[in-house]
């Protein structure tokens, strides 16, 4: 089975979509399921340990853990710096995935699994529409699967990371206009937004059988914005 944190909307909902289309047991999971999809649907709230250890718990098999759950803030002046957004940042997009791997471990060491963190481009370069609350979270992802690829290679576990740039979800098109979303298509080497089909292939490459020797690494999907051949 494919769990799949914050799958219930976004990239991480897209990806669930795209996988169980192609035959993958897959189990979504977050605080409010509005997919409105037939994917299985769990509830957790990954920023309460007792929530996190009771989900973990509960399951029997797991094949891949995608971490897709994350919030943002909008940017502001660093005279505006707020320590309570700062830690709700922090809390789901890193100590979430953190109390996910703490639990997982076992099942995910029994399965020999494969791991993807859902990253940013805010990491690779810095984000031009969020603060500098989610920037730093998102870099201190890369840290995560840079240290445990180390960690869990005894194990035979791979953990990756992809690092896409704006994707074409739904969420994206409800929380924007036509006019903006052109403007940004102008920054974009390739002149277009990604598509949710595209972060899921390379999502799908990543947590699948077809990945055997892939661990520790960085997929850069941005459409050339950011250069790292």
Known sequence: MIVIMGGTSGIGLESAKYLST??????????????????????????????????????????????????TTSKKSIEEFDTEIFDDIMDVNVKGLMLCLKYAYRLLKKSKARIVVVNSLAARTYSQFSGIEYTISKT???????????????????INSIFPSMTQTPMLVQNTNKEFLQEVEKDIPLGRIAQPDEIAKAIEFLISDKNTYMSGCGLDLNGGQFLNG
């Open 140 to 158: 201190a992802l890369s840290g995560v699967v840079k240290h445990l690829s180390v960690e869990f290679a005894e194990d035979n576990i791979l």
């Open 22 to 71: 192609n035959n993958y047991n897959v189990l979504i999971a977050g605080r409010n399921n509005k997919s409105n999809s037939n994917i299985k649907y769990k509830y957790i709230d990954v920023t309460d340990e007792n929530s996190v250890k009771d989900f973990f718990n509960n399951i029997d098999v797991l094949d891949g853990l995608i971490y897709s759950a994350g919030i």
